[in-house]
Nanobody
């Protein structure tokens, strides 16, 4: 069973920086995509950034130029470096993995439990 565990959230002032980390554990045949999503109460969870197995990265328009997603294959980690944070970045941030289980041809998705990021003066 694959498990994702996020860390690195906290309280930061506008303009500040944080780096979120997600550790991946368990058995998965192939990781096809990794992503960071965020959610605020009353709103749908939204994509922040993602990276495919081939290294293609995608960012929400609202975070382009400020956030960077990266992956460390050796450590089974995915990171989200956030800078120039704004109050509207306040949310619970979730790590998501899309992967193939051995013998299967369709992606299975896994989510972490999230880490709170609060940007406030």
């Amino acid at each position: 069973q694959v498990q994702l565990s996020e860390s690195g959230g906290g309280v930061v002032q506008p303009g500040g920086s944080l780096t979120l980390s997600c550790v991946i554990s368990g058995d998965i045949f192939s990781i096809e995509s990794l992503g960071w999503y965020r959610q605020v109460p009353g709103k749908q969870r939204e994509l922040v950034a993602s990276v495919t197995r081939g290294g293609t990265k995608n960012y929400a328009d609202s975070v382009k130029g400020r956030f960077t997603i990266s992956r460390d294959r050796a450590k089974n980690m995915v990171y989200l470096q956030m800078s120039s944070l704004k109050p509207e970045d306040t949310a619970v941030y979730y790590c998501k993995l899309g992967g193939l289980r051995r013998g299967e041809l369709w992606e299975t998705y896994y989510w972490g439990r999230g880490t709170q990021v609060t940007v406030t003066v």
